[in-house]
């Protein structure tokens, strides 16, 4: 697998439609990043009245998924299960400065079975988070991970 960024029009594409899904499905406000394959934020958008540390909720969930190569669905349900241990998550957030949130949202962005990159949404429910995500990253004709 090759592994390259997502560029600046597919971000804020993906970026674009999270927003309209966020307004047709009458989300709380949202965080939206949208994170590179090498982890760094290509792009991003607050909506209005979005509550605190949103943003950095978004893009810990998006640094998640790429940190670990799966959504963080599985990461959480991995942690609920025991098979990794709670002080596994705590322990890397600690390591990048609280960069990491094993809540699902997390959506890692494949075009083409190449990861370019991963989007994190919060301020709705997780569940919420991960379905615009995917909704967004598809209807830009490339595959989402949750």
Do not use: W
């Not at 949202?105 to 990159?117: A, C, D, H, P």
């Amino acid at each position: 697998m090759t592994i390259r960024g997502i560029n600046l029009h597919q971000a804020q594409q993906i970026l674009q439609q999270a927003l309209v899904l966020s307004a047709q499905l009458r989300a709380a406000p949202l965080s939206i990043a949208i994170l590179d394959a090498g982890g760094h934020l290509k792009a991003f958008a607050s909506e209005d009245r979005t509550g605190i540390a949103r943003a950095q909720i978004a893009q810990g969930k998006a640094a998640a998924a790429l940190g670990m190569g799966f959504g963080t669905r599985k990461l959480n349900n991995l942690i609920i299960q025991g098979v990794l241990p709670e002080m596994f998550a705590t322990c890397i957030n600690g390591a990048t400065n609280g960069n990491f949130v094993p809540l699902p949202g997390g959506v890692l962005i494949y075009e083409k079975g190449n990861l370019i990159g991963a989007v994190g949404i919060s301020g709705a429910s997780s569940d919420l988070d991960e379905k615009i995500g995917v909704r967004a990253i598809e209807s830009c004709n490339l595959h989402a991970e949750p």
